[in-house]
Protein backbone atom coordinates (compact mmCIF):
# COMPACT_ATOMS: atom_id res chain seq x y z
CA UNK A 1 0.00 0.00 0.00
CA UNK A 2 1.27 3.46 -0.74
CA UNK A 3 2.41 5.62 1.83
CA UNK A 4 1.61 9.68 3.22
CA UNK A 5 4.75 11.55 2.36
CA UNK A 6 3.81 13.84 5.06
CA UNK A 7 2.94 10.87 8.26
CA UNK A 8 3.75 7.60 6.68
CA UNK A 9 0.25 6.54 6.96
CA UNK A 10 -0.77 3.38 4.78
CA UNK A 11 -3.18 5.04 2.38
CA UNK A 12 -5.72 3.20 -0.02
CA UNK A 13 -6.65 4.27 -3.57
CA UNK A 14 -8.66 6.34 -2.24
CA UNK A 15 -7.21 8.76 -0.37
CA UNK A 16 -5.14 10.51 -3.32
CA UNK A 17 -6.11 14.13 -2.59
CA UNK A 18 -6.25 14.07 1.35
CA UNK A 19 -4.58 12.02 3.65
CA UNK A 20 -7.04 11.20 6.18
CA UNK A 21 -4.05 11.00 9.09
CA UNK A 22 -2.80 14.08 8.75
CA UNK A 23 -5.15 16.15 6.40
CA UNK A 24 -1.84 17.00 4.05
CA UNK A 25 -3.27 17.86 0.50
CA UNK A 26 -1.92 15.38 -2.52
CA UNK A 27 -0.41 12.53 -0.09
CA UNK A 28 0.96 10.65 -2.61
CA UNK A 29 4.44 11.38 -4.20
CA UNK A 30 4.32 12.26 -7.83
CA UNK A 31 6.18 9.21 -8.96
CA UNK A 32 4.27 7.12 -6.53
CA UNK A 33 2.10 3.95 -7.64
CA UNK A 34 -0.65 3.30 -6.62
CA UNK A 35 0.93 -0.11 -5.05
CA UNK A 36 4.06 -0.97 -3.19
CA UNK A 37 6.68 -2.62 -4.70
CA UNK A 38 6.87 -5.93 -2.39
CA UNK A 39 10.61 -6.45 -2.96
CA UNK A 40 11.21 -2.39 -1.47
CA UNK A 41 9.65 -3.64 1.79
CA UNK A 42 10.71 -6.95 2.57
CA UNK A 43 14.36 -7.88 3.22
CA UNK A 44 16.54 -9.97 1.32
CA UNK A 45 16.58 -13.55 2.81
CA UNK A 46 19.68 -15.08 3.00
CA UNK A 47 18.88 -18.60 2.49
CA UNK A 48 22.00 -21.05 2.88
CA UNK A 49 21.69 -24.54 0.61
CA UNK A 50 22.80 -27.01 2.39
CA UNK A 51 25.23 -28.45 -0.08
CA UNK A 52 23.61 -31.92 -1.51
CA UNK A 53 24.68 -34.80 -0.71
CA UNK A 54 25.45 -37.62 -4.38
CA UNK A 55 23.31 -40.21 -4.13
CA UNK A 56 25.42 -43.60 -4.16
CA UNK A 57 24.81 -46.15 -6.72
CA UNK A 58 25.45 -49.28 -4.87
CA UNK A 59 22.72 -48.15 -2.07
CA UNK A 60 20.22 -47.51 -5.12
CA UNK A 61 21.26 -50.78 -6.66
CA UNK A 62 20.41 -52.73 -3.03
CA UNK A 63 17.32 -51.01 -2.76
CA UNK A 64 16.20 -51.76 -6.53
CA UNK A 65 17.19 -55.66 -5.51
CA UNK A 66 15.88 -56.04 -2.15
CA UNK A 67 12.87 -53.36 -2.12
CA UNK A 68 12.41 -53.02 -5.68
CA UNK A 69 8.99 -53.64 -5.33
CA UNK A 70 7.81 -51.45 -3.14
CA UNK A 71 10.08 -48.47 -5.16
CA UNK A 72 12.37 -48.19 -2.51
CA UNK A 73 15.12 -47.18 -5.12
CA UNK A 74 12.84 -44.12 -6.67
CA UNK A 75 12.00 -42.81 -3.17
CA UNK A 76 15.62 -42.76 -2.47
CA UNK A 77 16.46 -40.76 -5.71
CA UNK A 78 13.21 -38.16 -4.61
CA UNK A 79 11.16 -39.63 -7.20
CA UNK A 80 8.08 -39.60 -5.60
CA UNK A 81 5.64 -40.24 -8.48
CA UNK A 82 7.71 -43.34 -10.29
CA UNK A 83 7.70 -44.82 -6.63
CA UNK A 84 4.49 -44.74 -6.25
CA UNK A 85 4.09 -46.40 -9.63
CA UNK A 86 6.27 -48.84 -8.32
CA UNK A 87 4.02 -49.79 -5.66
CA UNK A 88 0.87 -49.28 -7.51
CA UNK A 89 2.57 -52.08 -10.03
CA UNK A 90 2.96 -54.36 -7.00
CA UNK A 91 -0.30 -54.16 -5.93
CA UNK A 92 -1.57 -55.49 -9.18
CA UNK A 93 0.67 -58.20 -9.71
CA UNK A 94 -0.42 -59.13 -6.15
CA UNK A 95 -3.82 -59.28 -6.96
CA UNK A 96 -3.22 -60.82 -10.01
CA UNK A 97 -0.78 -63.40 -8.24
CA UNK A 98 -3.85 -64.15 -5.05
CA UNK A 99 -6.10 -64.78 -8.43
CA UNK A 100 -3.95 -66.83 -9.83
CA UNK A 101 -3.38 -69.09 -6.35
CA UNK A 102 -6.86 -69.25 -5.97
CA UNK A 103 -8.24 -70.19 -9.41
CA UNK A 104 -5.60 -72.29 -10.56
CA UNK A 105 -4.57 -76.10 -9.49
CA UNK A 106 -0.74 -74.98 -9.52
CA UNK A 107 -0.43 -74.08 -6.00
CA UNK A 108 2.19 -71.57 -4.75
CA UNK A 109 3.77 -71.26 -8.34
CA UNK A 110 1.40 -69.32 -9.22
CA UNK A 111 2.31 -66.92 -6.50
CA UNK A 112 5.88 -67.34 -6.96
CA UNK A 113 5.50 -66.91 -11.15
CA UNK A 114 4.58 -63.22 -10.99
CA UNK A 115 6.84 -62.54 -8.23
CA UNK A 116 10.25 -64.60 -9.61
CA UNK A 117 9.57 -61.89 -12.89
CA UNK A 118 8.96 -59.09 -10.84
CA UNK A 119 12.25 -59.72 -8.50
CA UNK A 120 14.12 -60.29 -12.47
CA UNK A 121 12.97 -56.70 -13.87
CA UNK A 122 14.44 -55.33 -10.80
CA UNK A 123 17.35 -57.24 -10.36
CA UNK A 124 17.79 -55.61 -13.73
CA UNK A 125 17.01 -52.00 -12.99
CA UNK A 126 20.18 -52.75 -10.59
CA UNK A 127 22.28 -53.64 -13.36
CA UNK A 128 21.56 -50.40 -15.15
CA UNK A 129 22.07 -48.23 -12.04
CA UNK A 130 25.64 -49.56 -11.82
CA UNK A 131 26.40 -49.59 -15.47
CA UNK A 132 25.02 -46.01 -16.85
CA UNK A 133 27.12 -43.58 -15.55
CA UNK A 134 25.42 -40.29 -16.27
CA UNK A 135 22.56 -40.50 -14.20
CA UNK A 136 20.97 -37.88 -11.80
CA UNK A 137 18.82 -37.40 -8.92
CA UNK A 138 15.63 -35.34 -8.66
CA UNK A 139 17.70 -32.39 -7.96
CA UNK A 140 19.99 -32.96 -11.20
CA UNK A 141 22.95 -34.01 -8.82
CA UNK A 142 25.06 -36.88 -10.82
CA UNK A 143 25.25 -40.48 -8.53
CA UNK A 144 28.54 -41.43 -7.37
Known amino acids: MPRCKYCSASLTRLDKEICPFCGGKNPLDSDASLTLDVTKVLDKVN ?10 RIIIAILAIIFGLFGAHA ?10 IYCAITVILLAI ?4 YFFTPMSIWAFLVPYLIAEL ?5 AIYYLIKKDLVDIHG ?3 K
Do not use: E, Q
Open 121 to 125: YYIGV
Open 47 to 56: VVDAPLKKKS
Open 97 to 100: ALLL
Open 141 to 143: VPL
Open 75 to 84: FYLRKIKLGI
